[in-house]
């Protein structure tokens, strides 16, 4: 039987090309296997964002990128979450089945605790959201960056949960991380992120990508400079990599050029089919919504399943 794969991304701001080879390239290379189920994950973008032309913006954005890359609607289901509400109303019998203390240990809260950050209770329930948008599906597999690990973790646990208190309804997941794209770094060598202003934006201009890539920091005294690298071996492959470097120790000039190089010609294709996919927005939109339409009907099969499951159904 054909496996199923979800995966998803927030919208909010650009992805980078951390977000690419960490997750969202899984997820084109898999859609000819999987039935998969590509999700704009907009609910979890309102935990940060609360400006409604901003999320509105983002997740067209995000739409059009995945399109861009080459994800194909005739392939796999592209669909917003808040198309579907079966995933709020399944995280709300999760939250009931899930303790603080529990959710206390997530990565999340506790580093945002930790910067003395406001947790809304979005925030601190999010990995119980997400349980519920993977659960829902019979997913057999995820595709994300080693970040996100923990929340596959809570998603198993919530689905041994409900099965050993109620009956057996749900799948246990797995993740699928990439080991050599498990953490993309930086230009600073840190964790890409678009929260440390440290990113190559997966749809730069030439000038942006010059700019990033000078900007990358280099330690003197060694003979590769290891960020300028780390980025590098993401689209080079390794043999003609290690000759360059070879051949130019030290010569951080000549090396940060050749990357330049190398990743406009990598991401110029890239905005050429977004430039195209942008200038049919309703044909964006028409795929967004038919993808809701379909998620919907795999996602309230299930719930049904649930409700009978918890003694609501009359
Ligand atoms: P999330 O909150 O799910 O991490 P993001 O939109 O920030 O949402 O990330 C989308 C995907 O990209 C996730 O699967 C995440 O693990 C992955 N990702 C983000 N940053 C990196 C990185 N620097 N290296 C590898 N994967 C990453």
């Known amino acids: 039987m054909q496996k199923t794969l979800l995966s998803g991304v927030k919208p909010t701001g650009r992805p980078h090309i951390g977000n690419y080879f960490g997750a969202m390239k899984q997820f084109v290379d898999l859609q000819h296997d999987y039935k998969t189920y590509v999700m704009i994950a907009d609910y979890h973008a309102l935990i940060s964002t609360h400006n409604k032309e901003q999320l509105h913006q983002d997740l067209l954005d995000l739409m059009i990128d995945y399109l861009a890359i080459g994800l194909d609607p005739e392939k796999c289901v592209i669909f917003k979450q808040s198309d579907v509400s079966e995933h709020t109303e399944l995280a709300w019998i999760f939250n ?13 809260y506790k580093d945002a605790e930790a910067k003395g950050k406001e947790v809304n209770v979005g925030l601190f329930g999010y990995p119980v959201l997400m349980g519920a948008d993977i659960l829902l599906y019979d997913v057999d597999t995820v595709p994300i960056g ?13 689905a041994r949960k409900f099965n050993t208190t109620f009956t057996e ?14 953490t ?5 060598g840190q964790k890409m992120s678009k929260s440390y202003n440290n990113t190559i934006p997966l749809f730069a201009s030439d000038e942006e990508i010059k700019k990033q890539v000078m900007a990358i920091v280099t330690d003197s005294g060694s003979d590769i400079p290891k960020n300028v690298y780390a980025i590098h071996a993401l689209i080079k492959p390794k043999e003609e990599l290690d000759a360059l470097y070879e051949a130019n120790k030290g010569k951080y000039k000549v090396l940060k050029d050749a990357l330049i190089d190398d990743l406009i010609a990598f991401i110029a294709p890239l905005r050429e ?5 942008e200038n049919r927005i309703d044909d ?20 049904k399943k649930v409700r009978e499951a918890i003694g609501v159904t009359l």
């Open 96 to 108: 009931c089945l899930t303790t603080m203390p529990y959710l206390m240990r997530a990565h999340a």
């Open 184 to 188: 993309v770094p930086g230009i600073d």
């Open 273 to 277: 089919k977004r430039k195209a996919w």
């Open 146 to 158: 080693i970040d996100n690990k923990q929340h596959l973790e809570i998603a198993r646990e919530l």
């Open 169 to 182: 309804v749900f799948k246990e997941p797995t993740e699928a991380i990439v080991p050599e794209v498990a």
């Open 284 to 303: 964006v939109k028409e795929i967004l919504r038919k993808g809701g339409e379909e998620a919907k009907k795999t996602a309230s099969e299930k719930m």
